[in-house]
């Protein structure tokens, strides 16, 4: 399905939003599912919540509605590890991954786990080299899963270094490399919480997260240029957390909870559909916006 999920910035409430027919879908968290930082995503007709903090503490739960039938939340099985802070990347219509996080403890999760939609069972899977939180995490090709950003645990403040994890080969474990810094990039290794998409066979958008200067940048990452100046710097967009994004025929679609608003990025021209060159709370117009619930 064409769509993406927006959480409003109190977890309370989640929009499903369509992008091919500009409609959202309300959606009312039940009793019992967690409202402080579970990890959301759409797998088919279904949203899936998975971990964060209920008023007792962390939890490992799962939750899961289907989009025809909004008001039933079904608990599925629960993770291995109780998670707050983590993030969530799905492999085809399939697998879950979860990554990172925290769960109350001094220490930032290493673990990984996948969750198997068809038989409703975690297992876990080769850990991270270092523990984190609020990374960003997405697919390459439909195989290479790419972890970036960040709070690492040895020196609390988010690093400038990628893991990746090839799931066809799931045993050799994470691999690890650094990315260079250009110095028009404010503070890029200063972010966590940024969302990240494929937008060409080998690089990644990257936008969004916490402590954006100057309004919030977003780039292009050249994955295939490790070591050195990778990053094409494009431009600036809303500041805030961005809590979902899909590409969709050449157009990336995301929601900022900071306006609950969808925008959309066209690939080929590196740009985000604005007003008057300034990012504002937009009016819906042929089709490029879409306000939420």
Known sequence: METISVAKENFKSVSVYNVRTHRALKLKLSKGVPVSFPSLILVADKLYIVGGCLMYGYTASTFCVQLDSPNTFENRANMSHQRCGHTLAQLGQAWIYAVGGYSGSLDYLRECEKYSVLSDKWTSIPSLTEGKT???LCFINSRLLYCLGGYPYN????????ESLDTADEESGWSRFTFAQPRDLDQWDSRCGFLSVQVSPFSLLLFGGKFMLNGG???VLDLRAQGKSCFDVCGYVLPGYWT??????GVVYSGCAKDNV???YCIKN??????AGKFKRPKPAAGFFGNLL
């Open 134 to 136: 609020l990374p960003s």
């Open 155 to 162: 020196d609390k403040s988010p690093g400038n270094h990628i």
């Open 270 to 275: 590196k740009t985000w559909e604005c007003e």
């Open 262 to 264: 969808v925008y959309r």
């Open 217 to 219: 940048q977003y780039a």
């Open 244 to 249: 979902a994004t899909m590409c969709c025929r």
